[in-house]
């Protein structure tokens, strides 16, 4: 098949990137690098199946120009950070929302078979119930969650408007290798780079907030499962993480314990941000039951590779954290 990814230097982009092309796909990598990272995909760079094109989604002309014969779109560029969101909410939903418009108007208008989009854990705001289920109430506290659920109710419409077969997929905190030591959202790579720096982790408001954090692998698998459905899930929207939840405390602790630090360090409370959600967690009944989803990495099995990994791992940009 001939897939775009946009958003494919990024985090979990670059890892589908790479999976498809050793799968024997055609893959087109669209990116912008405000999130993205060109060493995520430089390995591919050589490989005549793989296709980079710098630009935005926000260019209509320009994904026009790489639509022909697609057979899939998975959409994964957006602006990410809640932080940021908050600060620059405009900048927000003209990439998420108009963005997302574009890669939908590109399906219609050049009928691409098969479109998945990347949404949010983030959309259901602080949760009203445990686990939380596709039919929660969508109440996202700041920008970027807002201009995830207008992106969603958006897929939702070209779905039952014009027939577009487009999937909403909902993970829940993913990590792992590859994934930025900064911003919002990325608390275990944050963390494990100031442990490894002997600094102590730097936790918002109590610490009592939780998460359900997905390993990478189980992130790629969920998108790879919605890829390849042999039956119709067109319209969908489906939650992915492993349904088990831990305190950011129990979290940070966990990483020092897994450095060999206890002892010497303990994690620094600092004011809690704005938008800051209570608790997540995911309810996957519904992957399991329409794609056969189980996850394969508990948090202690994930942070242990992640952390085997992060250990070797120095970018450029490596410096001591503050």
């Known amino acids: 098949m001939r897939i775009l990814i946009t958003g494919g230097c990024g985090f979990l982009g670059s890892h589908l990137c790479e999976k498809y092309v050793n799968e024997g796909h055609t893959v087109v990598a669209l990116d912008n690098f405000m999130n993205g990272n060109l060493n995520n995909v430089r390995g591919l760079l050589?490989?005549?199946?793989?296709?980079?094109?710098?630009?935005?989604?926000?260019?209509?002309?320009l994904l026009e120009k790489i639509a022909s014969?697609?057979?899939?779109i998975i959409h994964l560029a957006a602006q990410i950070h809640v932080d940021r969101s908050i600060v620059e909410p405009k900048l927000t939903y003209e990439i998420n929302v108009l963005g997302t418009l574009n890669v939908l108007e590109i399906a219609r208008k050049y009928d691409i078979n098969k479109i998945i989009h990347a949404s949010s854990s983030e959309v259901y705001g602080s949760a009203q119930y445990i686990p939380i289920n596709e039919k929660h109430p969508l109440d996202a506290p700041h920008p970027y969650g807002a201009s995830k659920i207008a992106a969603d109710r958006m897929c939702f419409a070209y779905n039952r408007t014009y027939g577009i077969n487009v999937n909403i997929v909902r993970c829940f905190n993913v990590y792992?290798?590859?994934?930025?030591e900064t911003g919002y959202g990325g608390a275990i790579s944050i963390?494990?780079?100031?442990?490894?720096a002997d600094l102590p982790p730097i936790l918002y408001g109590t610490g009592k907030q939780t998460r359900d954090y997905?390993?990478?692998?189980?992130?790629?698998m969920a998108f790879d499962l919605v890829f390849k459905a042999k039956t119709d899930i067109g319209g969908e929207v489906i939650n992915f993480g492993t349904g088990k939840e831990i305190s950011i405390n129990d979290l940070a602790n966990l990483i020092i314990r897994m450095y060999g630090k206890e002892g010497?360090?303990?994690?620094?409370?600092?004011?809690?941000?704005p938008g800051e959600i209570s608790r997540l967690c995911a309810?996957?009944?519904?992957?399991?039951?329409l794609l056969g989803f189980k996850p394969k990495y508990n948090i202690e099995m994930g942070l242990k590779e992640f952390i085997g990994w992060f250990k070797?791992?120095?970018?450029?940009?490596?410096?001591?954290p503050g």
Do not use: C
């Open 46 to 61: 050589a490989n005549k199946k793989f296709k980079l094109t710098s630009g935005d989604v926000r260019n209509f002309d």
């Open 312 to 320: 070797n791992y120095r970018s450029e940009e490596w410096e001591k």
């Open 176 to 180: 792992g290798p590859k994934q930025k």
């Open 214 to 220: 997905m390993y990478i692998n189980d992130a790629v």
């Open 191 to 196: 963390f494990a780079k100031r442990v490894l």
């Open 264 to 273: 010497r360090l303990m994690p620094v409370h600092v004011a809690q941000r």
């Open 69 to 72: 014969n697609l057979d899939v």
């Open 283 to 289: 309810d996957i009944t519904k992957a399991n039951k």
